[in-house]
């Protein structure tokens, strides 16, 4: 135990805290977890977080951070790297050049070693001030990848191209008399929203809320499936921060009371994204969400996104038919189109003329034709799909189908001749077929055209931090399922590489239906999705999604947490 854990060790049980039975079991666990005393006293619930920091502010004389006065400087990060920031477990937040003072944000103040190195490498003298386990997660963030931007992430910032090859038609608003950049100082502004983009980037975020409250900005990312809320700029910037993703997006920033919809893309170093925004009127102004794709991502292969081998091999096989329909089904942000995108890879070769049509274009890939649909000059997926099929296809993706006429012509196309690709939302697999009888297709068709049915979701992945535990009898046995005798059950820690969520990326759970003769032959009949299922597991062993989920749960990959809300998402 160190010095500065010996102090908070012995404050505690002098104040009745805890006892040194407590004490003694933390320690014992540091070991396989490497967590300071105070967290692994927090995580096991031997203390409450807010009353710790309560006796150890008036313990230590130590003040607790206060976001109001203790104002983020932009230059800190010249004092402190990330990496020192994660090994000190300290966050840089002002500096005092005059009188030498460097002020950081810490959750373990009592070890005073730490300031002694960082004041003989900063040169400056370190004031500490507490701050919670979350305090310092948005604070690292929002030094390191935010504002107060590392120089790496500075540059990144300032090399942000804006490609217009996405961008609608020039808006005439764009030089609205509403909106003078000189006046607005728009260089700064620019700066800052560029300053946003990366940051989510970095992260990995997959959509950006920018919300207006009444006297402040609520600005979150979603990674991982799951909304954080980052520091936000301040209030009596909104307006210009709205009117410059506005511009990028090519909407009317003279119009702010009806909803808008628009796209850019941006090159972020090597990195090029695809950004889909929305503005919504609300009372306190207009509510904007950006949709992140990276366009690196659209080159996963079938065994990176998670699939089993045994369901791999019957895709590969199935690819191989030279008509039919491939349908991917699942709730919106399961990954359907990056699933059909890594099967459009396969078959990506000059001898085969691939068209999609979709709304958004997610992924950009070379050699297929792309087409975006576009309502306003009155192409809908309907229309688009009979222009395509007299462009001779091999293959097509539909984006999505959502109505009889779509499903009606896309069962044609198969039915002619074509391998189709598409999306439907239902909640599995054996649900595909019923609906599109529901759509208004033809029994018969569905059962003709339809090959296979993918039901998909994502969780998070554990990070590396997790921490390997036994869970009770109870809880495994509401699976239904068998323990293998190798099964490594993991659950979420936290640590500064994840933010402290205990999880870091995502994994993909599968089904893969085969449609054959049996199930053919419910369709007909009108049966359901439950006796579809059944038929599927009893005739050649179907793998259901509960399957595929638990046997990455017995891997350590996700918890059993996360597995069970996919499993009833």
Same mark, same amino acid.
């Given at each position: 135990?160190?010095?500065?854990?010996?102090?908070?060790?012995?404050?505690?049980?002098?104040?009745?805290?805890? #006892?040194?039975?407590?004490?003694?079991?933390?320690? *014992? +666990?540091? /070991?396989?977890?490497?967590?300071?005393? =105070? %967290?692994?006293?927090?995580?096991?619930?031997?203390?409450?977080?807010?009353?710790?920091?309560?006796?150890?502010?008036?313990?230590?004389?130590?003040?607790?951070?206060?976001?109001?006065?203790?104002?983020?400087?932009?230059?800190?990060?010249?004092?402190?790297?990330?990496?020192?920031?994660?090994?000190?477990?300290?966050?840089?937040?002002?500096?005092?050049?005059?009188?030498?003072?460097?002020?950081?944000?810490?959750?373990?103040?009592?070890?005073?070693?730490?300031?002694?190195?960082?004041?003989?490498?900063?040169?400056?003298?370190?004031?500490?001030?507490?701050?919670?386990?979350?305090?310092?997660?948005?604070?690292?963030?929002?030094?390191?990848?935010?504002?107060?931007?590392?120089?790496?992430?500075?540059?990144? #910032?300032?090399?942000?191209?804006?490609?217009?090859? *996405? +961008?609608? /038609?020039?808006?005439?608003?764009?030089? =609205? %008399?509403?909106?003078?950049?000189?006046?607005?100082?728009?260089?700064?502004?620019?700066?800052?929203?560029?300053?946003?983009?990366?940051?989510?980037?970095?992260?990995?975020?997959?959509?950006?809320?920018?919300?207006?409250?009444?006297?402040?900005?609520?600005?979150?990312?979603?990674?991982?499936?799951?909304?954080?809320?980052?520091?936000?700029?301040?209030?009596?910037?909104?307006?210009?921060?709205?009117?410059?993703?506005?511009?990028?997006?090519?909407?009317?920033?003279s119009s702010s009371l009806v909803p808008q919809d628009g796209r850019f893309s941006i090159r972020v170093g090597e990195r090029e994204v695809s950004i889909r925004v929305s503005t919504?009127?609300?009372?306190?102004?207009?509510?904007?969400?950006?949709?992140?794709?990276?366009?690196?991502?659209?080159?996963?292969?079938?065994?990176?996104?998670?699939?089993?081998?045994?369901?791999?091999?019957?895709?590969?096989?199935?690819?191989?038919?030279?008509?039919?329909?491939?349908?991917?089904?699942?709730?919106t942000g399961s990954g359907k189109s990056t699933s059909l995108y890594s099967m459009l890879r396969i078959l990506n070769t000059p001898d085969t003329n691939i068209i999609t049509l979709?709304?958004?274009?997610?992924?950009?890939?070379?050699?297929?034709?792309?087409?975006?649909?576009?309502?306003?000059?009155?192409?809908?997926?309907?229309?688009?799909?009979?222009?395509?099929?007299?462009?001779?296809?091999?293959?097509?993706?539909?984006?999505?189908?959502?109505?009889?006429?779509?499903?009606?012509?896309?069962?044609?196309?198969?039915?002619?001749?074509?391998?189709?690709?598409?999306?439907?939302?239902?909640?599995?697999?054996?649900?595909?077929?019923?609906?599109?009888?529901?759509?208004?297709?033809?029994?018969?068709?569905?059962?003709?055209?339809?090959?296979?049915?993918?039901?998909?979701?994502?969780?998070?992945?554990?990070?590396?931090?997790?921490?390997?535990?036994?869970?009770?009898?109870?809880?495994?046995?509401?699976?239904?399922?068998?323990?293998?005798?190798?099964?490594?059950?993991?659950?979420?820690?936290?640590?500064?590489?994840?933010?402290?969520?205990?999880?870091?990326?995502?994994?993909?759970?599968?089904?893969?239906?085969?449609?054959?003769?049996?199930?053919?032959?419910?369709?007909?009949?009108?049966?359901?999705?439950?006796?579809?299922?059944?038929?599927?597991?009893?005739?050649?062993?179907?793998?259901?999604?509960?399957?595929?989920?638990?046997?990455?749960?017995?891997?350590?990959?996700?918890?059993?947490?996360?597995?069970?809300?996919?499993?009833?998402?």
């Amino acid at each position: 135990m160190s010095s500065g854990d010996k102090r908070l060790s012995k404050a505690l049980v002098q104040t009745g805290f805890v #006892t040194q039975k407590d004490i003694d079991s933390a320690i *014992e +666990k540091q /070991e396989s977890t490497n967590l300071p005393l =105070s %967290d692994q006293l927090i995580k096991d619930k031997v203390i409450d977080e807010e009353a710790f920091l309560a006796l150890i502010s008036q313990k230590f004389s130590i003040p607790r951070y206060n976001p109001q006065k203790h104002v983020i400087d932009i230059e800190v990060t010249d004092t402190i790297n990330s990496e020192q920031s994660k090994t000190l477990n300290v966050v840089p937040i002002q500096i005092q050049h005059m009188h030498r003072i460097l002020t950081v944000a810490t959750t373990t103040p009592w070890l005073y070693e730490k300031f002694d190195s960082l004041e003989l490498s900063s040169g400056f003298r370190v004031e500490p001030v507490l701050c919670s386990t979350e305090e310092y997660r948005k604070l690292f963030s929002a030094v390191y990848y935010g504002n107060g931007a590392s120089s790496d992430i500075q540059e990144l #910032t300032e090399e942000v191209v804006v490609d217009d090859e *996405e +961008k609608p /038609e020039e808006s005439s608003a764009e030089s =609205s %008399d509403n909106f003078n950049v000189e006046e607005s100082d728009e260089a700064p502004i620019v700066h800052l929203v560029n300053s946003i983009l990366v940051r989510a980037v970095q992260e990995k975020a997959s959509d950006i809320h920018i919300g207006p409250e009444k006297n402040y900005i609520q600005l979150r990312f979603r990674v991982d499936g799951k909304l954080r809320e980052v520091p936000p700029p301040p209030r009596n910037v909104f307006g210009l921060i709205v009117s410059r993703i506005k511009i990028m997006a090519g909407l009317d920033i003279s119009s702010s009371l009806v909803p808008q919809d628009g796209r850019f893309s941006i090159r972020v170093g090597e990195r090029e994204v695809s950004i889909r925004v929305s503005t919504l009127p609300t009372i306190y102004g207009e509510n904007i969400v950006m949709r992140l794709l990276d366009q690196s991502t659209g080159g996963i292969t079938l065994q990176q996104l998670g699939f089993a081998a045994s369901e791999l091999a019957k895709i590969e096989r199935l690819l191989k038919l030279p008509y039919g329909m491939v349908l991917s089904s699942g709730p919106t942000g399961s990954g359907k189109s990056t699933s059909l995108y890594s099967m459009l890879r396969i078959l990506n070769t000059p001898d085969t003329n691939i068209i999609t049509l979709e709304d958004p274009i997610e992924y950009r890939v070379p050699g297929l034709r792309q087409i975006q649909l576009n309502t306003k000059a009155g192409m809908t997926f309907a229309s688009g799909l009979r222009s395509i099929l007299r462009q001779d296809p091999d293959t097509v993706l539909v984006g999505e189908i959502r109505d009889g006429e779509t499903a009606s012509i896309a069962m044609q196309a198969a039915l002619t001749g074509h391998l189709v690709f598409s999306t439907v939302h239902t909640n599995d697999a054996a649900g595909v077929p019923t609906r599109f009888v529901d759509m208004g297709v033809e029994p018969f068709l569905v059962s003709s055209v339809l090959q296979v049915c993918i039901g998909q979701r994502l969780a998070r992945r554990l990070c590396k931090c997790a921490e390997q535990y036994i869970p009770s009898q109870n809880v495994l046995e509401r699976w239904g399922l068998d323990v293998p005798e190798d099964a490594v059950f993991k659950k979420a820690v936290g640590c500064p590489d994840c933010f402290h969520s205990g999880y870091a990326g995502r994994v993909g759970f599968f089904e893969v239906l085969e449609i054959t003769d049996p199930i053919r032959e419910i369709i007909m009949s009108g049966g359901t999705s439950l006796d579809i299922i059944k038929m599927a597991i009893s005739s050649m062993g179907h793998r259901t999604m509960k399957v595929d989920v638990f046997e990455k749960v017995c891997s350590g990959i996700t918890s059993l947490e996360e597995a069970a809300f996919a499993v009833l998402m």
